[in-house]
């Protein structure tokens, strides 16, 4: 049975593993490493089976902006399954609508999903702002 829980400390190791395991490379790991010393982090959330983490989703702050409206939004990425438990649906699970209904700010984007469309649509000259930039590694 898979359980998915609030991410806490002693669970960054294997958030890692996780992270570099499903996307073999490192640039999404040190993206959310980058989000926790940023404290952008607004939500992390991993799933558990039997006592192992195989799965992990982060949620981030970020600001669209268009010359007529500012929408702030949360950001889902990145979503990581190992590549032992993918296409089970564990990755699906682990989005935590529910979890975010409670958890997470009230700029979450399934609340405000109509006004960021309708945001993103009508306004040609769009640009978002993120806490945290990083370099691909070479």
């Known amino acids: 049975m898979i359980t998915i829980r609030a991410e806490i400390s002693e669970d960054i190791v294997a958030v890692r593993h996780v992270l570099e395991m499903a996307f073999g490379q490192d640039s999404e790991a040190r993206l959310v490493e980058a989000l926790r010393q940023a404290d952008a982090?607004?939500?992390?959330?991993?799933?558990?089976e039997k006592e192992q983490?195989?799965?992990?989703?982060?949620?981030?702050a970020v600001v669209i902006e268009s010359a007529h409206a500012t929408v702030n939004v949360v950001a889902?990425?990145?979503?990581?399954?190992?590549?032992?438990?993918?296409?089970?649906?564990?990755?699906?699970?682990?989005?935590?609508?529910?979890?975010?209904q409670t958890t997470l700010p009230a700029c979450c984007p399934c609340a405000r999903r109509t006004r960021i469309l309708s945001a993103l649509r009508f306004h040609q000259s769009v640009t978002t702002r993120h806490p945290v930039r990083l370099q691909r590694s070479r």
């Open 41 to 48: 982090l607004d939500t992390s959330l991993v799933a558990v």
């Open 53 to 60: 983490i195989v799965a992990h989703i982060a949620f981030s």
């Open 76 to 100: 889902l990425a990145p979503l990581a399954v190992l590549p032992s438990h993918q296409r089970r649906g564990i990755g699906i699970g682990t989005t935590g609508f529910d979890a975010m």
